[in-house]
């Protein structure tokens, strides 16, 4: 199976920062990850797919990444606003066997 | 409104069996791909299963031989059938759809069912 690895588990920072979240997988997935935010008591939610692809409806200061090689990815929120605050978790459908990152938790300073 | 609805969860003791349903409204269920994703209190994210518009259906070897997913696309319905279950498979079970090839993404979420297993 693919392994999808984050980092950091937990990332604190402030209201208007530029905050980068990573995730590398095991093996080459060319373009087949996504990410998800996750509130508490709520289910997730789609927010980029296809590598940076922005879903219809979030806001624009959230973007991703790729290194190239298939394998290294980023989520950037631009500009960190209070709601932003959740767990964030990459995914890869690059096989039938789905996979998920362990998640970032973002806490607001 | 295109929207998932999970049923189904409840208490169970270990090596016994469950089965949870997911109704899906305001899209052409049977053309999607479908997901059980499941979130141990406190813990993140596993992908369950599978199941194909087609029928095919994928599971990871958590769960290989003792769950199985399928769907009725007649009455717009998900299922995952759980035998055998264990105290680690006490989670919170979510149906999602995913858009497939080529963009790909789980895009319509349900609620949430809780399943507990305990004796």
């Known amino acids: 199976d693919i392994q999808m690895t984050q980092s950091p588990s937990t990332l604190s920072a402030s209201v208007g920062d530029r905050v980068t979240i990573t995730c590398r997988a095991s093996?080459?997935?060319?373009?087949?990850l996504a990410w998800y935010q996750q509130k508490p008591g709520k289910a997730p939610k789609l927010l980029i797919y296809k590598v940076s692809a922005l879903e219809s409806g979030v806001p624009s200061r959230f973007s991703g990444s790729g290194s190239g090689s298939g394998t290294e990815f980023t989520l950037t929120i631009s500009s960190l606003q209070p709601d932003d605050s959740a767990i964030y978790y990459c995914?890869?459908?690059?096989?039938?066997?789905?996979?998920f990152g362990q998640g970032t938790k973002l806490e607001i300073k | 409104e295109v929207q998932l609805v999970e049923s189904g969860g409840g208490l169970v003791q270990p090596g016994g069996s469950l089965r949870l349903s997911c109704a899906a409204s305001?899209?052409?269920?049977?053309?999607?791909?479908m997901h059980w994703v499941r979130q141990r209190i406190g813990k993140g994210l596993e992908w369950v299963s599978a199941i194909g518009a087609a029928g095919d259906t994928y599971y990871p070897v958590s769960v290989k031989g003792r769950f199985t997913i399928s769907r009725e696309n007649a009455k717009n319905s998900l299922f995952l059938e759980m035998n055998n279950v264990r105290v680690g498979d006490t989670a919170v079970y979510y149906c999602?759809?995913?858009?497939?090839?080529?963009?790909?993404?789980?895009?319509?979420w349900g609620q949430g069912t809780t399943v507990t297993v305990s004796s």
């Open positions: 305001g899209f052409t269920f049977s053309t999607y791909d």
């Open positions: 995914q890869q459908y690059s096989t039938h066997l789905y996979t």
């Open positions: 093996q080459s997935i060319t373009a087949w």
């Open positions: 999602a759809r995913d858009r497939g090839y080529p963009i790909g993404g789980l895009d319509v």
